[in-house]
Structures are given as structure tokens and as C-alpha cells.
């Protein structure tokens, strides 16, 4: 993963409303290897989970 911080949260952002991947595809390409903390880091971030933060950015 290029980046830390803000550079960081916002290709995550990115890569979670990327249609075609999973959000254990996102996880693992951006550097996290436990799902359950990528989940509670990006609800730090995004108030949100990602898989309904997708949803609702999808929709």
C-alpha cells in the first residue's frame, strides 16, 4: 500500500466502491491481514462498516 494517513484512507475509500472485489480482496491488497481490524479501522474513518458504507455508495 503506497502512503499512510490520509493518502492511505482515501485509496481504501477508493478500492471499497470499486466494483468486482471483495471487501477481504480490499483488506489484503491495502495492507490489512485481519479483516475484523480493517472493519474497525475503517469505521474510525468512515463512522460506517464498509460493506455498508458500498452499499450505500452504490446505491
Known amino acids: 500500500m ?3 494517513g490520509p493518502v492511505r484512507h482515501l485509496e481504501v475509500v477508493r478500492r471499497v466502491l470499486e ?3 471483495t471487501i477481504h480482496q480490499v483488506a489484503c491488497t491495502v495492507g490489512y491481514r485481519d479483516l ?5 479501522v475503517f469505521r474510525r474513518w468512515e463512522g460506517q462498516t464498509p460493506s455498508r458504507y458500498r ?3 452504490l446505491s
Open 2 to 4: 503506497v502512503g499512510q
Open 55 to 57: 452499499c450505500q455508495g
Open 36 to 40: 475484523g481490524h480493517f472493519d474497525r
Open 19 to 21: 466494483r468486482g472485489t
